[in-house]
């Protein structure tokens, strides 16, 4: 499974920005997709996750009501809002069969990450 994320870049407190992550290669059959973020020095933390068909949807409290994940299909997208610089991170898509491994980080494919800054 291959994982291509975009969409990342240096924007301002309060403003808006929109990750997207395609997966292809052998990825038949339903699954979870999602996004993590990481800062130098700490783990990698779960932000949003989305089963297929976005029957279920989880959010970091940290995110929640700010950010919102989607899919569609093979694509899974994060449309972040009022953004702050503590959101500043290296951003992964990840793909696993589920959103229980997914959010534990179990089986999970990972992409290669987009960098998003937040400028005070």
């Known amino acids: 499974v291959q994982l291509q994320a975009s969409g990342g870049g240096l924007v301002q407190v309060g403003d808006s920005l929109r990750l997207s992550c395609v997966a292809s290669g052998r990825t038949s059959g339903t699954y979870a997709m999602g996004w993590f973020r990481q800062v130098p020095g700490k783990e990698r933390e779960f932000v949003a996750a989305a089963s297929w068909g976005s029957r279920q949807i989880f959010y970091a409290v940290s995110v929640k009501g700010r950010f919102t994940i989607s899919r569609d299909n093979a694509m899974v997208y994060l449309q972040m809002n009022s953004l702050k610089p503590e959101d500043t991170a290296l951003y992964y898509c990840?793909?696993?069969?589920?959103?229980?491994?997914?959010?534990?980080?179990?089986?999970?494919?990972w992409g290669q990450g987009t960098q998003v800054t937040v400028s005070s």
């Open positions: 990840a793909i696993a069969d589920n959103t229980t491994m997914l959010r534990r980080k179990l089986r999970t494919y």
